[in-house]
């Protein structure tokens, strides 16, 4: 079912919150999350603020990434949602109350996006069953973030592995302007744990080079790459 004007919201900058709150869309309640996993895995991250206050950096990030999956799109919303938390979630966390919409938007805007996204990936790798690590289907995907620019004005794009087979992001880095995905996707591949026979890989025709099949058969015998 299309929209009115579909195409004009695809092709716009950003989404208005009527079509962000989708009351269709599948999201995730609190009690489906393991905050306390999630807040142990983003301990690794590194904290921007030169004087550590009293809401540890790692439940901060918990709380807005919890937000995220439970829904919350906007920084507001994300404050709202953290706000109308009990006293008791929050402390549990090591926080004496619900942190202020500043600190949350400093937040987002100042932490290591690359190390807080390979803190997550891999929380969310620990979390296949071990059924679905018996025969894996790893997607690479490369897109353009809808609403999202560099200082300079240019779109910021990102390269994705995916675990198709457990649902999983297993890897995310952000695609320099100076270069194109292949070398990325390169790097990517290299960090992978040893694949097995069962693995396949695919990816769009521009990844159809010699360099990244090498890369691939240097993990594992066979592998086959579409």
Request: positive net charge.
């Amino acid at each position: 079912e299309l929209k009115l004007n579909a195409l004009g919201k695809l092709k716009a900058p950003e989404l208005t919150p009527s079509d962000v709150k989708n009351p269709r869309q599948k999201v995730l309640t609190l009690e489906h999350l393991d905050l306390q996993s999630l807040k142990k895995a983003l301990d690794s991250v590194p904290d921007y603020r030169e004087h550590v206050g009293i809401y540890p950096m790692s439940a901060i990030l918990a709380l807005i990434i919890t937000a995220v999956l439970t829904g919350e799109t906007t920084a507001k919303d994300i404050y709202r949602w953290i706000d109308s938390l009990s006293l008791m979630l929050l402390k549990s966390l090591g926080c004496r109350k619900a942190p202020s919409y500043s600190m949350i938007w400093r937040t987002i805007t100042n932490v290591d996006h690359q190390a807080l996204c390979a803190a997550l990936t891999k929380w969310l790798s620990d979390k296949i069953p071990e059924d679905d690590r018996l025969c894996k289907i790893l997607s690479l995907d490369g897109k353009a973030l809808r609403a999202a620019s560099k200082t300079a004005g240019k779109e910021v794009h990102v390269l994705t592995l995916i675990d198709t087979v457990a649902k999983v992001i297993i890897h995310q880095e952000a695609v320099n302007a100076k270069t194109n995905e292949i070398p990325v996707a390169q790097k990517m591949l290299e960090k992978q744990l040893a694949l097995n026979a069962k693995t396949i890989v695919t990816a769009d025709a521009l990844h159809t080079q010699r360099k990244t099949a090498e890369v691939i058969l240097k993990k594992t015998l066979p592998t086959s790459s579409q």
